[in-house]
């Protein structure tokens, strides 16, 4: 059965960091693109990185570049995002996913596996 669980979130003060984590199962990691998107209250989810199978390509939101950090571990099946100088407006429910292809899928409509979500709360 195939499975994506984040973890890592939680409430930090603005200028902080995080590290989630996106630990799968039930497919070869070693093959996949694995994205990372966010959804804030009131507003569309939306897509803030993604690592194709290599971990070699990576991009990034425009919102997000230069602060946070995709990688990957195919042994351990896991994707992190490194989040640092966080920012009030990076609150969001955070989300990993995968298409099951070696494409940074440009919809998150083509992005058909997806985790429970992760809450980050930038806040003082």
């Known amino acids: 059965q195939l499975q994506l669980v984040e973890s890592g979130g939680g409430l930090v003060q603005p200028g902080g960091s995080l590290r989630l984590s996106c630990k799968t199962s039930?497919?070869?990691?070693?093959?996949?693109?694995i994205g990372w998107f966010r959804q804030a209250p009131g507003k569309e989810r939306e897509g803030v990185s993604c690592t194709r199978s290599s971990g070699a390509t990576t991009n990034y939101a425009d919102s997000v570049k230069g602060r946070f950090t995709i990688s990957r571990d195919n042994a351990k099946n896991t994707v992190y995002l490194q989040m640092n100088s966080l920012k009030p407006e990076d609150t969001a429910v955070y989300y990993c996913a995968t298409s099951l292809s070696n494409w940074c899928q440009d919809y998150v409509s083509q992005w058909g596996y997806w985790g429970q979500g992760t809450q980050v709360t930038v806040s003082s």
């Open positions: 039930g497919f070869t990691l070693d093959y996949y693109a």
